[in-house]
T-cell receptor, first 115, second 114 residues
């Protein structure tokens, strides 16, 4: 069964460093998302991406965050200058299209630890 | 702002028991509701999706119902097994121009012991 692949599975970084989290969505999917889950808290929407541009972003997704689809397969989340509070599990998801039953397929997540 | 709440926060049952997980949401203007399973260190696996026009969906031992007007959904698990142990998340999709934007509950941690 097709899956969403995320790398790295775990990254440890120093506060202030730039981090890039990578995702390979399912190949025929058109809509891409980043969610995050701080330990012990709810899964939160960060951003949606379609047709090479951001469709919607949450208030969490400030100027420190950016997303990119640099080629036909990868979808990246960049955090420009990490803060302690950015420590979380980051999930990438993709969706084929709008059919009434919009099932998102999630990746296994990238755990980011900021020291 | 949509808020999703799940009750109970944790549940421990013996194998074979039937159980119900509850989810409530504050804004009934949803496009659909999904139940996910999350295993430790793993991603989110979609279990069932109920469109706003539907009342329930079934998959194997799982049955999910939706009462949109009252802002409630339940996930019924029949004949529970130790392999069902996981965190179960409820999420609603707003629709409109926000396709794929899900608002999650905090989850119910289920433990099924042999």
């Amino acid at each position: 069964e097709p899956e969403v692949t995320q790398t790295p599975s775990h990254q440890v970084t120093q506060m202030g460093q730039e981090v890039i989290l990578r995702c390979v969505p399912i190949s025929n999917h058109l809509y891409f998302y980043w969610y995050r889950q701080i330990l012990g808290q709810k899964v939160e929407f960060l951003v949606s991406f379609y047709n090479n541009e951001i469709s919607e972003k949450s208030e969490i997704f400030d100027d420190q965050f950016s997303v990119e689809r640099p080629d036909g397969s990868n979808f990246t989340l960049k955090i420009r200058s990490t803060k302690l509070e950015d420590s979380a599990m980051y999930f990438c998801a993709s969706m084929k299209g709008f059919s009434g039953a919009n099932v998102l397929t999630f990746g296994a997540g990238s755990r980011l630890t900021v020291l | 702002k949509q808020e999703v709440t799940q009750i109970p926060a944790a549940l421990s049952v013996p194998e074979g028991e039937n159980l119900v997980l509850n989810c409530s949401f504050t804004d009934s203007a949803i496009y659909n509701l999904q139940w996910f399973r999350q295993d430790p260190g793993k991603g989110l696996t979609s279990l069932l999706l109920i469109q706003s026009s539907q009342r329930e969906q079934t998959s194997g031992r799982l049955n999910a119902s939706l009462d949109k007007s009252s802002g409630r959904s339940t996930l019924y698990i029949a004949a529970s097994q130790p392999g069902d142990s996981a965190t179960y998340l409820c999420a609603v999709e707003a629709g409109g121009t926000s396709y794929g934007k899900l608002t999650f509950g905090q989850g119910t941690i289920l433990t099924v012991h042999p």
